[in-house]
């Protein structure tokens, strides 16, 4: 553990590269990760908790507080990622039943009690899914927007549009009441869209690389990467897959791999055409007040370099 790590809560709902970027923060002493809270998106949510327990084991830590969260979204009907991810939302490799236990307590529950009692301003929530948890507990407890230090969310698209309709990301589109709310609570924001992580793509080096560490976590990740890149390389016709929810772990540890501006986000929620689109005044066309960070560039290779690094230190 470094000095002063990072605390951080990690709000997901895996799927492979939730597990990857797990993965990522498990083997980084500058975060001290309070919890793993788990919400319905990629998968429902009983086996959302499952995964994520599964990754904790997979990563040697039982110690680590898993929390189920939300089943479903603040308003609309849940929609899932089989497609993408697998029936389990970790397809591509079979991983022992977990024994280590769920925790008792809601993950909003957790979240409102642990915002309220930990110093003001000291925890970052990173989410990797729909935002529906967060959405809860600032509408059951506004009061701890101004407790939490930043968010740092993977979701939207702007100049990369959407991946699960022309215009919406997947985290968005799921449960973009919940992002409205958080887009609106005057929380430090930091977006990190498919304009980013478009740019991080996996290749056959890499998943080489991994199978060469012979460990238990290079062979995990490398099956995952195998499973759940047919799906993009066949829509995108490209030779890997984008890495998305690494990259907000990726931006925690080395935030100079990333580039982007301060402006306004607003997302939309109620058209059925583009409902979960961003809508991101990049260009500064609006008067609208700057309400987040948005990325909107990575330097690809640092990041796979610091990755494989991270990812070699599990045994
Ligand atoms: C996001 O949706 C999910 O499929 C991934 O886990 C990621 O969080 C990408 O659109
Ligand atoms: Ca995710």
Redesign the pocket.
Known sequence: MSLHPQKIIID???????GVAILLALASPELDILALTTVA??VPLALTQRNARMICELAKRTDMKVFAGSDKPLKKPLVT?EN??GKTGLDGIELPEPTMPLQEQHAVDFLIETFRSAPEKSITLCT??PMTNIAHALIQAPDIASRIKNIVL??G?FFEGG??TPSA????F?DPDAAKVVFSAGIDLTVIP?DV?HKAMTNAQWIKDLRGMHTSVGEAVAAWTDFFERYDKEKYGSEGA?L??PCVIGYLLRPDLFSGRHINVEIEADSSLTAGATVADWWGVTDRKANAYYLNHIDRDGFFELLTERLGRHA
């Open positions: 997901t709902d895996p799927g492979q590269d939730d998106g990629n990622a993408v991810h990797l899914g993977m979701g698209g991946n699960i990301e997947f985290n968005m799921v498919l992580t984008p998305h929810d």
